[in-house]
């Protein structure tokens, strides 16, 4: 069996590049993987002759420097893996993902292969529907997704076999434009329960802390977030923003924050647990998140959590137990949830720790199974027909 796997990021990195990772360390285990097509990789369980890369670089007066426009990216990637792809025989499975893919599945299915696209966000009409609403909103003018990549992302999923998904919020956002449930494979995320793990003495502050954590921007809908904290302007408590500016959102939450009385901007980090330790619950009220790691990893540290219906990762939330999950873009439910966990400390951590309890079903071994298991029940299937 050749089961080829293409990613258009740098693989065992962060974000996509680290479920990539899962998903294939899922197929090598599974005795199945032959190759993986990626720009980078960092050293793993994964035999290195199993790589193939494409170094995404530009030459420059200065010598090399890296790409920045994701479109020009993932298309030069896609037409690269498409002339590796031509060099194998005849392929079984191709694996590929969301906006990396086009040509080089074109190419795989030609030779035979069952395709997999994988797609971590909402389907992409969707994603431009909504978010085009939310910078209308805030008086933002932009195409949050051109046509053209609306075009071929709309092909990919179009013309392959299945394409995975990691929340029911996905799945439904493509079954509501009329693709067969049986054609979306769910696959929920995982979280490193080794890493993430709750503090095991009290804090070193009595400030009731609430955190986010993620891309600062309208996306996440953390300008609501600050707009609630404005709005209930409680005591001795801080509303903690970690993670970097999204360009179009920066002036936005920069605005909405002014005159808000303790919201701290964190920046970035390499060490999310501490952050996590040394805060009470976890606020993510996206406008739109395929899934939202950052969610289960939370849980994982013991706090309960605010989310959105149009976060993934509600499928790990039951309402009232482990959190709360409340409407999209509801600035008085957020005001709500918080000053609720605020006046009930001892549901703070009640809740948490169920949402540590919750977080143990969701392991990253389980995701890498379940993707492995049903990528090879398909192919063995479709090879038993033919």
Known sequence: MVVIYSVGVPFNYSGLGNTAYHAALGLYREGILTHILTPDFRECEIPKEKFSTFPLRKITSKGHARIRNYTIKDNLFDLWASRKIQDFGKINVFYGWSHHSLISMRIAHKKGAITFIDRQSAEIRFQREIMGREFKKVGVSVDFISSRNIKKTVSE??????????????????ID????EEKILLNPLGVDLERFVPKNDGFEDDIFRVIFMGILSVQKGVHYLIRAWKKLDIPKAELLLVGGFDRLSREVILNEAKNGKNVIFGGGTATPEREFMRSNIFAFPSNQDGFGSVVLEAMACGLPVIVSQNTGAKDCVRDGLEGFVIPTADVDALCDRINYFYKNRDKVEEMGRRAREQALKYDWESYRKRLAGSVAHIVTCGLSEK
């Not at 013309?159 to 439904?172: I, L």
């Open 157 to 174: 999923a179009n013309e392959t076999d299945f394409v995975v998904v990691p929340s029911t919020f996905v799945r439904n956002t493509f």
């Open 177 to 180: 434009v009329g693709y067969p």
